[in-house]
């Protein structure tokens, strides 16, 4: 490929769009310092892909961007593109076919960087993949920036190793092996997957194996439980239905009993209702008496507080009267100073006036004799410089024509080395092989059909992947969702249970239920349960008896003293209950809400509440309460109680309130506990199931994977062979054509060039003679200069001393008259402060004869008098009140220890109504339970009358439920779980057995490249270890130099630079001079360049060490190796500028802003023979 232009815009100084033609083999940059020349090199950095900013000379990468200046704003985008001619076909890959290749790289501002090729938007591998093994990069060795030829030769040999890659062209050998290696990190990483999974299932199969056979043990057994089951089910129907009918005619004869022991209730209520009235109304006098009293004390505080006010104001102005009259004082000595002041700078002011007038006669004086010498000075300066002109015109001619002619010279020997090499190459011309190109290409198409086959079947594997993530994912979520239920649910069981421990225990009698023996005894709320809705029914009839200790019998509480506290006990025994009250019409027994987990407790249930009915509100009960008996009692659901004569609000109990529906939770909780642990098992199941998939689905992908990469690794090394091939007998055809069309140029070109070389030697003896005659003059007139350059100095000094005394004198006037000033200001402020100070004075101490406390003391010592009357009224108010509440508590006193005679009427009622509703409770939980199983009733009946009975089938259960207990922990789903191992384990091998095959065949894949790589690099480190060695000797004029190994393997080892120039013994290359290194280093990059040579090379101000005698060496190898590569340089050094084709000049006559003027200089050396 060969650079045609350069493109630029807003990139650094070159904010206008730029065209950077580069139409020869050798282009000069020239400028002054400063205007922008090495941004171009650092523009073609750029764009090759170029990402550190400091390579770039900047901080941050938006430091491309031009950044404004003093006319111009800052750009927001940055663009650079190169554009190349293709017309040989020697572009990479599939770029090849276009005869013009642009790169373009753009930035804005705030977004990264855009890389475009032919403007087809690419990555910015893809822009390093056309350049790999050409020399050309970022920070290959073809862009050589200033400093970077002692950077390279002073480099690590660890570095150099690098550009020693890039000349042999390994660098895709080194991509092509990462990438190898990434690939089989991969596969490895796979089998090792594979591996664990195999061992996992080995290790679960012989799991499965033995829980197989548990399962069917388990279904045999869980058979038998279940008939066994329901017939048990059954016999205990038809027991409760016999003790069904038993209870309900005990019940009936409960009823009129409890009405008599409720009348004397009422009259204790009437009064308790008259007291607390009473109790409201002292109350009240109490709250306005006390009112009264806090209006008072707020008055007295208000009034202190005034009083304390008229204080601290009281002695801040006696502070502020003694403070104004020490500033008094101070303004008056002030004023007799500013005074003195005045009359000492206004003496100083009128001798300065005098000293200047002397001063302004001496500088007239001075002034008059300065144009005579300046006018001599200006006549000896004009005929010097016209002198000097004129010899340097004479000289510029001369130095022209003997750059034509050396020029010429040059121009036929290169155009004789030119000649002869083009014969011998046109000689050694090789004969395109057809044959071999057309199979190459057949096999790339086969190649290619397969590897779309394999895309086909990998694309359809990678969109069956995210469906099967995305069903683990919502599984996984289902999974943790259902532990979080759970552990929500056990926290929540947790602290009701622990709210029912306290209430068991936390009544303060502990103690003394131990020491009677009731330690461990069920409370009656632990054994009851009531239907949703009638908890606050069940709580207002049984109160504290809710927490009765249920004991086996009565006998022995007759020898207990009285209990610290309330304490109800339960007889569990098995006495009959009483017969129940007659149920109002509209009414139902609270009892038949109410189930026990023990059946002894019936007859205590049904004293304590069998009078107790309950009714759907208040005015039903009031239109029934005519029809209760003795000691019955009616109860709305949320609590209201009703007798014949009364009506109770019930107020929950801070303790027992809700320990009923506690416990029904409870025991609700705890199912639901149970079936989300079942529940988690099998989404846990479902969880593993699918991970299991997935990793299936990704040993596949990446086996897929592994296949299509090995065919385009194949189908690519085919494309390259094909493409070389081709591009060989495209390039030997256009070879043979081009060196026919050059050897008659270069015929045409001799010719030329030695008119050219004669015309210029005559011109050159003529402007010699010119310059001898014009020496003698200019000497002379130098001389007659220097003597008038001498008075007019002179002159100027004498005048500049007077002025220079003029200057002080005036300075030392305007002081004085500024310190004249300045006192009477002074004198001015001084009286103004005297006089505002003695007003202030003044007004304060009128404001201190105005601050009197007399009256407020006054009206303090009424509001003191009144407290003492208010506080007598409140202690009054408070006695009433608090007799009132002591006969308020007497009343109640008697209330509640009518109501407690009622209890043992009520249990006994209660007790028979529990052991009726227990009885229909269990019978209808039995149907239930046998409808819900689809049992045969008739079947069942016939086999209970055979003899069996209920407890005979109840150990029956119990030794089946044990057996299935022993065997523990039932995989139901075993069966099944090992046909899905055996078939996975059987995948699985196969899988593992493939990967290993893979990982072998990338293993051989990457020794392979590795020995392509070393023979490569070895033949390169040879071939430009010989051309160092013939090269240094021709920069130096003699010397040895070469390359040495640092290591014993090539593709790790560093190389070392080793050179002595002529007449030097150095052991280091370290120790040579600048200009000595800069040579080597370029022997060491030319001597690349002739391995493989890179499209073009770019040189910033590399001569820039180089005395003029290693510049023309220098500059002589750089026209050599231009034959072949294109060099764009920058100098300032003459001698190089003068091998340009063509010159670019970088100009800033806009400050901050750089553009660039062209010169061809063939073409200009063309006009100005014309000319002459």
Known sequence: MRLKQINLAGFKSFVDPTHIPVPGQLVGVVGPNGCGKSNIIDAVRWVLGETSAKHLRGATMQDVLFNGSGDRKPVNRASVELVFDNSLGKAAGQWSSY???????????????????????????????????????????AIIEQGMISRVIEAKPEELRVFLEEAAGVSKYRERRRETELRLRDTRENLARVEDIRQELDKQLAHLQGQAEVATRYHALQAEVTSTQHLLWFARRQESVATRSRHARDIERLGNELEAETARLRDAERRLEELRNGHYRAGDAVHAAQGALYETNAEIARLEQQIGHIRENRSRVEQQIGSLTGQLGTAEAQLGQAQAGLAQWQEEQAQAEQRIAGCESRIAEERAKLPLAEDAWRAASLRRDELQQAMGQVERSRQV?????????????????????????????????????????????????????????????????????????????????????????EARVEALRQLQDRLAHGSGMDEWIASRGMAGAQR??????????????????????????????????????????????????????????????????????????????????ADWLGGAFVIDGLSAGLALRRQLGPGAVLVTRDGRLLTRHTLTYHAPDSELHGVLSRQREIESLDGKVAAKKSALAALQSAVDGQAALIADAKAALSLLRQDVAGLQQKHHALQVE?????????????????????????????????AQREQASATLAQLEEQAAGHAGELEAAQLQFRDAQAVLESQRRQLQDAERALQEAGFQGKTAAAKVEEAGRAIAA????????????????????????????SQLQISLSLRGTKEQALAEARDLLESTEARLREV????????????????????VKLKEHEARISEEQYSQQLAEAGADEAALAVQLEKGQRASSLQSEINRLNDEIKSLGAVNLAALEELEAARERKTYLDAQSEDLTAAMNTLEDAIRRIDRETRERLQTTFDEVNAHFSRMFPALFGGGNAKLLLTGEEILDSGIQVIAQPPGKKNSSIHLLSGGEKALTAMALVFSIFQLNPAPFCMLDEVDAPLDDHNTGRFCELVRK????????????????????????????????????VAVDIDAAMKLTEEAA
């Open 892 to 911: 109640e006193q008697e209330r509640m220890a009518a109501e407690q005679k009622l209890e043992p009427l009520r249990n006994r009622i209660g007790e």
């Open 830 to 857: 001084s009286g103004e402060a005297i006089e505002r100070l003695r007003a202030s004075l003044a007004a304060e101490q009128e404001a201190l004869a105005r601050l009197d406390e007399s009256p407020w003391q």
């Open 524 to 605: 009656l709320w632990q054994a009851i349960a009531i239907e949703n809705g009638y908890e606050d029914a069940l709580e207002a009839v049984l109160r504290e008896r809710l927490n009765a200790v249920i004991l086996d019998g009565l006998d022995a509480c007759g020898s207990w003293d009285m209990p610290p506290g309330k304490l109800a006990i339960a007889e569990g025994g098995s006495g009959d209950a009483d017969a129940p009250a007659p149920v109002p019409a509209g009414a139902v027994p609270l009892i038949r809400f109410v189930t026990c987990s023990d059946a002894r407790l019936s007859a205590a249930l």
């Open 722 to 754: 094909s493409v070389r091939l081709a591009e060989q007998t495209q390039r030997l055809t256009q070879r043979g054509e081009q060196i026919a069309a050059e050897l008659a140029e270069i015929a045409d070109q001799v010719m030329s060039e030695a």
């Open 99 to 141: 005869a013009e290749i642009s790169v373009k790289r753009m930035l804005e501002r705030d977004g990264d960087s855009s890389y475009y090729i032919n403007n087809i938007h690419v990555r910015r591998r893809d822009v390093a993949d056309i350049f790999l093994g050409t020399g050309l990069g970022a920070r290959a060795y």
């Open 401 to 489: 024509e003997q750059t034509k002619l050396e020029h010429a010279a040059r121009v036929l020997e290169r155009l004789a080395v030119r000649n002869e090499r083009l014969h011998e190459e046109q000689n050694g011309l090789e004969k395109p092989d057809t044959a071999a190109l057309e199979a190459l290409r057949a096999q790339a198409a086969q190649v290619d059909a397969e590897l779309a086959a394999r895309r086909e079947a990998l694309a359809a594997q990678e969109a069956e992947l995210p469906g099967l993530e995305q069903v683990l994912e919502a599984r996984s979520a289902e999974l943790d969702q259902a532990i979080q239920g759970i552990t929500a649910l």
């Open 1121 to 1156: 190796m231009s034959e072949q590569s294109q060099f764009v340089f920058i100098s300032h050094n003459k001698i190089t500028m003068e091998i340009a084709n063509q010159l670019l000049g970088v100009t800033m006559q806009e400050p901050g802003v750089s553009r660039i």
